[in-house]
């Protein structure tokens, strides 16, 4: 990654951060957006690895470490309230994508008891 580009995530990072103090409503639209460009990323380093390109050594939980970095250092209200949603929808996305790669069945035959788990929880709210 260029030095742009590490300027250009670094004032996001910032930005987000600052956001959540100052207007959380906004927040909200930003983090949205934020979000589909992460699971845009997980999903273009999975094809790379597939395909053997140039980014395939990156590691596609870098995404999700990334997201749950600028939670961490957002209001502690904002990171409560999107905290879980955010990391199990990365999360699913990052093994999945994995999954994809080297085989299907790893993800499927392993995440059963947490698909349960989250269907209870749902309808519980």
């Known amino acids: 990654m260029g030095k742009t580009a590490l300027r250009r995530k670094n004032h996001r990072r910032e930005y987000l951060a600052k956001l959540s103090y100052e207007n959380p409503k906004h927040f909200q639209l930003e983090w949205e957006i934020g979000v589909t460009s992460w699971l845009e990323e997980i999903q273009t380093r999975s094809k790379d690895w597939a395909n053997g ?3 395939s050594n990156e590691r596609i939980f ?11 250092q957002c209001e502690k ?39 349960i788990y989250k269907a209870r929880r749902t309808t519980k709210g």
């Open 62 to 72: 870098e995404v999700l470490e990334e997201a749950m970095g600028i939670l961490a």
């Open 53 to 55: 390109r140039e980014k």
């Open 77 to 115: 209200s904002i990171y409560q309230q999107y905290a879980t949603e955010t990391y199990d929808l990365l999360c699913h996305e990052c093994c999945s994508e994995v999954s994809r790669v080297i085989d299907r069945r790893l993800y499927r035959l392993s995440n059963i008891n947490d698909l």
